[in-house]
């Protein structure tokens, strides 16, 4: 869904501006005189629209889920398009004019474009067949949460939640559909989906009807995947151990490995090269401030169990005592530049030595604290995976749920890097990666509610430095 409207908008932009650029003169514009450059010129707009309707997440379809909703979000895109459009296209041909009613045109065309496209989308969005018709076995815990997950999402509409051998209100509509001891039952709405969602399925699941309906072009689904599809993570309260041990997708291949650590360390050493002089700049800027390093080093665990240094930028005064890792309990320890630092992740950006260093790539889990590790061990259900693959500077977990401030919260993390390994590949590293960039432009810091020290302290927390 996601894809499909960033092509169609896409390509809309650019036949509008394309369009309109190839109507006016090249000379008037200021463009060069080389073939293509309206073309590209139309591309820049059009790339920078799509990018503000990305940064104002409106592509993400299950939080703004209705044209009012969306409507709300239009003016701050609407100032981000034109200013990135405006930026770029005065970088890209300094000569380029713009007359006044020009200058009033852009803003205003931008704005009928994106509203009618997505009056139309919004529109189509909620009808047939673009809605799935979702029909939830099962009365369990799993059920209720896949069907609070459907009810976020315009894609889906719940017919009825059944449990076997219980009469169900869903009919068939000429398909058939069978309850155990029921006769058949003809008529009504049939179902697109049916979600298998039972914690007990042996000699309970209605694998006749389920066939039947198969057979009728019904499409039929785990629970457990559906769950993974909606939410991105994994479902670890009803996983299995036969899961993870029988799918090989828990395992990244040799090719994968590879090409992530190619990508990694060539990104890294450019990274390194090219922000040397801003390195440079954070390190007096955090000596001004406060005394203390210019680094942060801290024992972290890596691949496989491994343990190595890991190096990030200072932003909490020294502490005289060792207090807790918790970002919620080191709120009066920021200084004024790590606030900053942390606010757009720049504190991070010593990682890239790690990543040169081989203990880390640029996407993956991120390490914990080694003193943790043996508590994490026991009573984080599948916490072991994690190290199958290398941690991460950033990762999905990290643009997805944010900081941990105690168990609970880590084991809500580790749902998604669970699914993260489960899903590895370049492409969702580049999905991560732009995550990340939207994290770092915009300044969002995702914090997970703060708990008491007391709190943590009788879970077992180990109290560490986390300057």
Known sequence: MVVTAVLLETVLFFGVFSTLIGLADAQTLGLPAWFGAGAVLAFVLSGCCVGALYLMNLYDFKEVRTYPQFLSRVPGFLLAAVLAAALLAYALFPRTVLTWPGLALVPLLILAIVLAARAVWYRVLAAWPFVERVLVIGRTELARTLAAELARHPRYRILDIVEPG??????????????????????????????????????????????????????????????????????????????????PRYRPTQLQCFLQRAVSVTLAAIGLIVGAPLFALIAVLIKLDSRGPVFFVQERIGRYGERFALVKFRTMHPAEQRPSEWVGDNGNRITRVGYWLRKFRMDELPQLYNVLMGHMNLVGPRPHPACNYELFMTHIPFYAFRSVVRPGITGWAQVRYGYANNLEEETEKMRYDLYYIKHLSLAMDLHILLLTIKVVVLGQQRVAPAVRTADREAEGWTRLDVA
């Open 166 to 247: 219980r009469p169900g209100r869903v009919a068939r509509d000429g398909s058939l559909f069978l309850y155990p001891g029921q006769r058949a039952i003809r008529g009504g709405v049939k179902p697109d989906r049916i979600v298998v969602a039972m914690s007990e399925r042996r000699g309970r699941v209605p694998m006749e009807a389920l066939l039947d309906a198969k057979r009728f072009g019904i499409a039929i689904e785990d629970g457990l995947h559906l769950y993974e599809r909606l939410t991105g993570r994994i479902a670890l309260d009803w996983l299995q151990p036969s899961h993870l041990i029988f799918s």
